[in-house]
Every structure is written in C-alpha cells, then in structure tokens.
C-alpha cells in the first residue's frame, strides 16, 4: 500500500503513466481471476459467512486450496488499493488453519475439529487488529451464538497467541492505534442517542446496499465473474490520482482523519469541516460497494470503520460549528460513531466496543460507545436488520 502514496503522485504529474499502470491493472485482474477461478465461491468477500455455513454443515471447503487462494487473492486485490479490509480473509485463513490441524496433524473428533476452526476464526481477528479479547467476543457474537466455557478458552489460548506474534514482528501498538485520552463530558452524552439513531439508519441502508450487489453484478454476463474485478480496479485509478490515502483498508485514512488532515480547504472556509467528510464518505461508500461486490477476496470490517470515522468526523464538526461541544472532544466523537456504526451493521455490538476500546487502549469512552451503539443496533433491529455475514451467508446459500 505505501507504494501507491509514490506512485499516484507520479501519475498526476505525468497523465501518460495512466496507461501502463492501467495495463497492470488488467495483469492483475486476470492473475486474480486464475487463482480465485477454481474456487470462487469460497474465496470471494470476507469468507465469515462461507465459514459460518462450513460450521454449521452447509458448506466443505478444502483447507489449503482456500488458504493459499485467500492469501495471494486478498494480497493482490487489496495491495492495489481496493476497499477492502484484511480481516474478513484473516479469519477465513485462521479457520483454515484450523481445519488443517483437525485434518491432516491430529487426530480429533467433529467436535473437536470444531473447537480448532472456531479458535482459528478468533485468532484470525486478533492478528489483524491485535485485539485478542475482540477475537473471542466476536467468536461468540457472530459466529457461533453461544457461550462454552472449553471453547472460549480455546479461542481466548489462539487469540493471544496470534497477538504474541503480531507483537514480535509489529511491536506493542496496536495496528491501528487511536489515542483518545480523557473522559466525555456529561453534558455532551445529550447528543449521543440522536447520533445512535442516525447511524442505526445508515447501517441499515448499508445492509440493503451491500445484499443488492449480487443481484447486480449477476446481470453482468458480458464479463465472467472471476474478473469482475476490472471494473473497480480501473476505476479506483481516478480516486488514488485525487487523493491515495483514500484507497486500500484504508488505516492510513483513519489516522489522518483524527489528525482533520484531509477535511480543511481553505477556499471554503468551515464549510469544508462539513462537506469534506461527506463528500470522502460517499467515495468511499460507492467503492467499497464496487469492490466487495466484484467477486475478490477482501473484506468489510475496515471499510466499515472508515465510514464510522468518517461520520463521526462529520458529526463531531458539526457539533464543535454549534458550539455544542469543544474541540477537544473530536476523537471521543470520531471514536464513538466508528464503534457505533460498525456494532449496527454487523450487529455485534459488544465485538464493536471492545474492539475500538482495544484500539485505543484506554476505558475511558467505554459508556458513551455503549449508549450510542446500543441505540444504532435497537434503530437497526426496529426496522428489520440482520446481523450482516448470515444475511449474506442465506444469500449465497439460495
């Protein structure tokens, strides 16, 4: 990822580069489709639901073939800037590795065999985020739907273990650390329901976008769907050229963000502190949709985090322009509506507070991340939402 912050500079100095650079879009477009071909519908997307239906009976896959697939599928799909996340594929690959031990190293029961794709899911979460308490909660919340206490010690054992490697070769920070210090004044959890419902609205529209694109992309027979992935891989060209930090996960853009380095223009004065974020949130909404719907292996958890920033960034200057709150209580905003947002769209609102807790590495905003995502998930849920990867798991089932 760090080469297109080199590379898109070049190219909007020098338009003629556009050209090649589309060309090794194609390449990668047709070496994508090759690897992914063979077993497209287990490599595509997150893989969370393809797992949850392999643990449920619904589905077999074969544990190498999706584990190699997956690595060298979600490298080549995310690395040239696609809007997708690495969590989704971690957490098939942990499953998969899971289901590799129960296979081919020990003998095990189902049962068993079970226990070992379960932990794998959850240690796949933790490595990504380096978040080993959100890996065994998020087991629980959205995978398997129960609490025993052998499996979570099992899953609590992998997640730790995977952070223990992530912390010898990336350090002691969290991949996506967010320092948020001090609390939220009373006075400003006023806001925080109206915040909630609004994002409990958005989530659901989220939900219905993300479930049409299917339907969408299957009328798209001119092209075979293992390289449907040329259409955001050449549109996403334009979008890195305007700004590169907008592509990938994207990490980078949620540090920037807390930092308002992307948001202030000054043609446009304070306007800016409002259109900005809304405007970055509608590229990023249109082209993560285009890029989960092409058939490529990525998923959606940072995606989602993004535009939780990106709202909360919205929110937040729209409440410091109103003199409603001070400025010093923009990150506990930003922070607050990427829980909230996320927890609403994969309803799993506990995984969502923890994990943005185990982000930014202190307790503090852990009260007004509760109300406001508690509030998204009831708003989603009064108007029919699903928990997102088993709606999108019954679909690929029909």
């Not at 060309?23 to 992914?36: D, N």
């Not at 289901?99 to 049962?111: C, M, N, W």
């Not at 409002?274 to 292996?297: A, E, K, N, Q």
């Amino acid at each position: 990822m760090d080469l297109l912050f080199t590379i898109y500079p070049q190219m909007s100095r020098n338009w003629l580069l556009i050209i090649p650079y589309g060309l090794l879009m194609v390449i990668i477009c047709f070496l994508l489709g090759k690897i992914t071909g063979p077993y497209l519908d287990n490599l595509v997307g997150s893989g969370v639901p393809q797992v949850e239906a392999a643990l449920l009976g619904e589905n077999k896959m074969n544990w190498w073939q999706i584990l190699w697939r997956k690595f060298v599928g979600g490298l080549l799909a995310i690395c040239p800037g696609l809007m997708l996340g690495r969590e989704g594929p971690c957490i098939q690959m942990g499953a998969m590795i899971g289901q590799g031990y129960a296979e081919s190293a020990f003998k095990v029961d189902e049962d068993e065999a079970r226990t070992l794709q379960e932990a794998g899911v959850a240690a796949g979460l933790s490595a990504a985020f380096s978040a080993p308490l959100a890996g065994a909660i998020f087991l629980v919340e959205e995978i398997t739907f129960n609490f025993k206490p052998d499996k979570i010690i099992s899953a609590l054992i992998a997640c730790f273990s995977a952070d223990l490697v992530t912390v010898f070769f990336l350090g002691t920070k969290p991949c996506l650390y967010l320092p948020v210090k001090g609390y939220l004044p009373l006075t400003a959890y006023i806001y925080l329901p109206l915040i909630g419902i609004v994002l409990g609205l958005l989530a659901y529209v989220y939900q219905f976008c993300l479930l049409s694109l299917k339907p969408i992309f299957s009328k798209l027979t001119i092209i075979p769907a293992k390289y449907h992935s040329i259409i955001p891989f050449l549109l996403i060209i334009p979008v890195g050229i305007f700004n590169a930090k907008l592509l990938g996960g994207s990490h980078v853009l949620i540090t920037t963000l807390f930092n308002q380095n992307l948001i202030t223009n000054t043609h446009l004065g304070s306007i800016s502190l409002l259109l900005m974020p809304l405007l970055l949130f509608l590229i990023r909404y249109v082209f993560s949709m285009l890029s989960y719907g092409s058939s490529v292996p990525g998923g959606i958890f940072m995606p989602i985090l993004v535009l939780g920033t990106l709202l909360g960034v919205f929110f937040a200057n729209s409440l410091i322009q109103c003199n409603l709150i001070s400025s010093t209580y923009f990150p506990h905003i930003v922070i607050i509506s990427m829980a909230a947002y996320f927890g609403a769209i994969e309803k799993a609102p506990f995984t969502a507070i923890i994990l943005v807790t185990e982000m930014v590495g202190t307790v503090e905003q852990v009260l007004p991340m509760v109300i406001t995502t508690f509030v998204a998930y009831y708003v989603l849920d009064l108007i029919g939402g699903r928990p997102i990867y088993e709606a999108l798991r019954i679909q690929k089932g029909k």
